[in-house]
Nanobody
């Protein structure tokens, strides 16, 4: 079983930046895919970004050019750098690790508001 724990959410003004972290309980080099989803109030959970063990990344169109996902194997951590944040980015952000099955974190709230 894999545990993932998110951190780094908070309140930020439009145009600002935040970096989310996702720490895994096992060595992440053995995890095929890690990524982030988000869920805004009244909306379905949507994919934000993923990164494979080989370093390939994928992004939702809505965040391309603004968000960057990266993984640091030595720290067993995946990061989501979010720049040029917009009010529509407001959501609970969930990290997951695909290791046979998907393991989810508890989520971290990101609020973009002036």
């Amino acid at each position: 079983q894999v545990q993932v724990v998110e951190s780094g959410g908070g309140l930020v003004q439009p145009g600002g930046s935040l970096r989310l972290s996702c720490a895994a309980s096992i060595r992440i080099f053995s995890i095929n895919v890690m990524g982030w989803y988000r869920q805004a109030p009244g909306k379905e959970r949507e994919l934000v970004a993923t990164v494979t063990s080989g370093g390939s990344t994928n992004y939702a169109d809505s965040v391309k050019g603004r968000f960057t996902i990266s993984r640091v194997n030595a720290k067993n951590t995946v990061y989501l750098q979010m720049n040029s944040l917009k009010p529509e980015d407001t959501a609970v952000y969930y990290c997951y690790a695909h290791y046979g099955t998907r393991y989810w974190g508890q989520g971290t709230q990101v609020t973009v508001s002036s």
